[in-house]
């Protein structure tokens, strides 16, 4: 049996329709099952699913009043914010609550920055290599988590219907991973995702339905600003989800470090924090409570 990197560990227990869900309404402090179970629209059984699941991978700790983040759980919220950046960028835009730096006071956008240089970083100044535990069939997301099904879901910003769509499945996340590993040809995607061939074809004209990728299946610039996200996600599985024999991958940014990333403030350019970061409802809101 092959077992799984850091990144294939991370996207079984995250790249799912509901589980950064349920992250984001604990992070906006919804503890409860109940309170869960209202803010998300989402039916009990599933839900229990991946409490279970999220408990089971560290994320979640249960308690007698409810759930609570873990330190693993906590982290992420620089990977929300990366999407949720992406979401008002590119397709929900003023109808998505404000992010504003409590430091400098500015409404912001969080920008990717190298730790060591600390320079700007993009998928263009990064350089990937396969790690230690980088065969592609050890990236492929663990678990089988089902996609919802319906319409039925909890009105008001935040939810990330686009971003589900590219990451909310194991086949999904595996395609958006494939392409910033490279993969152009359709051949390419098939060989990373070990996927059936309509499976591959669905996927990849889905993404090009959506913008992220071309024609061609390269990254458009849609796509190629979910870097940021995408090294979240992977920083935060080599933290808490590493494989025993070293990391996925092999990461240089253009000045010659390692690269590690580093989320930085757009209008002050400090390094940003969870405690920095203050969520102001949306112009759509103000406009509907006038």
Request: net charge positive.
């Amino acid at each position: 049996m092959t077992t799984p990197n850091a990144i294939g560990t991370s996207l079984g227990l995250l790249g799912d329709e509901w589980s950064l869900l349920i992250v984001q309404q604990q992070l906006l402090g919804r503890r409860r099952f109940s309170a869960l179970q209202t803010a998300l629209g989402i039916g009990p059984t599933v839900l229990s699913s991946r409490l279970t699941a999220l408990v089971d991978g560290g994320v979640l700790d249960k308690r007698d009043d409810g759930y609570r983040l873990t330190e693993a759980g906590k982290e992420l919220w620089s990977l929300l914010l990366c999407i949720w950046a992406w979401e008002q960028r590119w397709v929900q835009g003023e109808a998505l609550p404000t992010m504003r730096h409590s430091v400098c006071g500015e409404v912001f956008a969080p920008d990717l920055h190298c730790a060591g240089c600390g320079g700007p970083a993009s998928s263009n100044d990064v350089t990937v290599a396969l790690g230690p535990s980088g065969k592609l069939a050890r990236a492929v997301p663990v678990g089988s988590n089902r996609r919802r099904t319906g319409s039925s879901r909890a009105e008001g910003p935040g939810l990330f219907p686009e971003t589900m769509a590219l990451m909310g499945s194991r086949w999904s996340s595996a395609t958006l991973g494939a392409a910033f590993l490279g993969a152009r040809r359709f051949r390419d995607f098939e060989a990373v995702l070990g996927a059936p061939p309509n499976v591959v074809s669905e996927r990849l004209r889905q993404f090009v339905d959506l913008g992220v990728l071309d024609a061609g299946y390269g990254l458009t610039d849609k796509g190629r600003d979910l870097f940021p996200a995408v090294t979240q996600l992977v920083a935060w599985g080599e933290r808490w989800h590493p494989a025993p024999d070293g990391p996925a991958l092999l990461a240089t940014h253009a000045c010659g470090a390692l690269f590690l990333p580093r989320l930085v403030c757009s209008a002050c350019a400090a390094p940003l924090s969870r405690a920095a970061v203050a969520i102001e409802p949306s112009r759509t809101q103000h406009r509907k409570s006038s």
